[in-house]
């Protein structure tokens, strides 16, 4: 699998938390950087996250900072991003992206190659 393929979106109440995971070839993900972005209806997509290719750097942007965590387990191949105390202003389609060409990623969606096809979250209030 060589575009990532996100799952573990759906439809919760404000507070809640969910979970989502992106896998791809480890060609895609191995050493690489990895961003998780987001887009609701009618904006631009967004940074939400992102992570270095050993998984010791990652960085968030301010509306998700302290409550989202991203992560990664090379060995599988995969890309978390863990999602707490959720908010209706977090509704988007959340998509996994990867940069082959950096292992420090950057918060510019055109740096990233490879797209998955997204994952919906909705939170309700």
């Known amino acids: 699998q060589v575009q990532p393929v996100e799952s573990g979106g759906g439809l919760v109440q404000a507070g809640a938390s969910l979970r989502l995971s992106c896998v791809a070839s480890?060609?895609?993900?191995?050493?690489?950087?990895v961003g998780w972005f987001r887009q609701a209806p009618g904006k631009e997509r967004e940074f939400v996250a992102g992570i270095s290719g050993s998984g010791s750097t990652t960085d968030y942007a301010d509306s998700v900072k302290g409550r989202f965590t991203i992560s990664r387990d090379n060995a599988k191949n995969m890309v978390y991003l863990q999602m707490n105390n959720l908010k209706p202003e977090d509704t988007a389609v959340y998509y996994c992206a990867a940069d082959v060409r950096r292992r420090y990623g950057t918060r510019k969606a055109v740096d990233y190659g490879y797209w998955g096809q997204g994952t919906q979250v909705t939170v309700s209030s």
């Open positions: 480890r060609r895609t993900f191995s050493s690489n950087a």
